[in-house]
């Protein structure tokens, strides 16, 4: 099949607001975790020493009832021979047996320990404010504006602080328990697109292969397509660092002003996109065409993954209300035209499996189509295959009653892709496991 997007003709789903549905499931997921464990507080960085075993510390509220808490980072190419990509720690902290207050700062290199210092304050007032001094020099913005944080050049750049532990797609999702409604609104052949491309197997090669171990629950799309517009003008830099290289009489200053935009590009790149857990790593500027590629295949991978998860947390969401499948064909927004089995389209698509996956993908119809192989005589079975066989083309809903009604939903389902046995029939419902004392019936449609 085909699965074609922005067509004007035929019938559309109506659409749906992905991410804000993706948010309502983390946000119940989180609701829950606070119940249970309470909202906590700001964590003191881990290099502070109390002052004694018995003090009692935390981290101190400034005038606004806000945590004095902060995290910056800072990355500069611009100097090639010892470029910056760098961290600044920063929290007023209170110590409660004494009443006294001290300003803590921890600043190095991103994946490193760094270097720490603890000054000590009379007052909250005289902390707060030395904390926003210092504040203002590294950011160029007053901490009482943060919250329309502007970017400054060559100023540290302020991360928001989630002081509540992150859910991650992974721990939110519950897709084993889902309670799945008949899928009605959806069409045959998307579904079974839809099986294919969520083929477990599949999905762990992509994550594999964009060195993810989870699905991605807190990448937000705005810092991806902005590092994409970024690249998009480093590499109009690149070809014109590249021509002027190739000039009778390139111009030396003009070389250098484009190796400059570069490398500040390039900076605001690794900000927007740290690079992995934070490693400690050499970095340089993003200055030839295959590292651009890299990067956009990677940003790339990385967007694709999140959607998916945000797909899943809103047909979770949804759960009461629809099925996942229905969720999913209205939240992409696609129609899905089968191909012909003569089309040039499909056989194309066929050479292309088979060159890197032989015979892995075949035509059963049509010109130059491989014949089904012969089923073996029935009689020869034993007894117990005998009954029809049936292959489940998407995931199939259990129920314990064959006019699968809600109430009769038995909280399974049987995957895409396998084979059942027909040991029952009512009004074009499957009965798929044999009639045993203690046994509930399963009924599939």
């Known amino acids: ?106 600043w190095g290199p991103i994946g490193a320990f760094g270097q720490f210092q603890r000054t000590p304050f009379e007052s909250l007032e005289k902390a707060e404010a030395e904390f926003c001094k210092i504040f203002k020099s590294k950011a160029g913005n007053d901490w009482a504006n943060r919250a329309h944080f502007e970017r400054k050049p060559n100023k540290y750049l302020m991360h928001e602080i989630k002081y509540e532990p992150t859910t991650a797609a992974k721990d939110a999702l519950a897709t084993s328990k889902w309670r799945r409604l008949p899928t009605k609104e959806a069409p045959l052949d998307f579904r079974r697109v839809l099986n294919v491309g969520s083929c477990q197997q599949l999905l762990a090669h992509v994550l594999r292969g964009a060195k993810l171990s989870q699905p991605l629950g807190s990448l937000k799309s705005q810092p991806l397509e902005e590092a994409k ?3 998009g003008r480093i590499r109009k830099l690149i070809r014109e660092k590249d021509d002027e290289v190739r000039k009778p009489e390139p111009s030396g200053k003009r070389f250098q002003e484009l190796l400059d935009e570069i490398a500040e590009l390039s900076s605001r790149v690794y900000e927007l996109v740290p690079t992995s857990g934070y490693n400690q790593v050499q970095v340089g500027p993003i200055n030839d065409i295959n590292k651009v590629r890299q990067w956009y295949q990677s940003l790339q991978q990385a967007d694709d993954v999140t959607c998916a998860a945000q797909l899943l947390l809103g047909a979770q969401a949804n759960l009461s209300r629809q099925s996942p499948t229905d969720f999913i064909y209205r939240g992409l927004g696609v129609r899905v035209t089968p191909l012909g089995s003569g ?5 194309l698509i066929q050479r292309f499996i088979n060159r890197s996956a032989p015979r892995e993908c075949m035509l059963f119809d049509g010109e130059g189509a491989i014949p089904l192989a012969e089923t073996k005589d029935v009689e020869r079975l034993p007894l117990a295959e005998r009954v029809p066989r049936w292959q489940v083309l998407q995931d199939a809903v259990c129920y314990h009653s064959p006019e699968c009604t809600r109430e009769s939903h038995a909280g399974k389902i049987v995957v895409a892709g396998c084979l059942v046995r027909e040991f029952g029939e009512q009004g074009g419902v499957l009965r798929i496991n044999e009639d045993a004392k203690g046994v509930q019936p399963l009924w599939v449609r």
């Open 1 to 106: 099949a085909v699965v074609q997007q922005g067509v004007a003709a035929g019938p559309w789903p109506e659409s749906v607001d992905v991410q804000a549905e993706a948010a309502k499931a983390l946000a119940i997921v989180e609701s829950k975790r606070q119940k249970v464990e309470g909202k906590p507080e700001p964590p003191l960085d881990q290099s502070f020493q109390k002052p004694s075993p018995t003090s009692r510390v935390k981290v101190a509220n400034g005038k606004d009832g806000l945590p004095l808490d902060l995290v910056m980072t800072k990355v500069d190419l611009s100097r090639p021979f010892c470029p910056q990509n760098v961290f600044y720690r920063m929290q007023v902290i209170h110590e409660s047996n004494q009443d006294h207050f001290f300003l803590f700062t921890r």
């Open 229 to 231: 517009e970024l690249l």
């Open 343 to 347: 089309s040039e389209e499909l056989h």
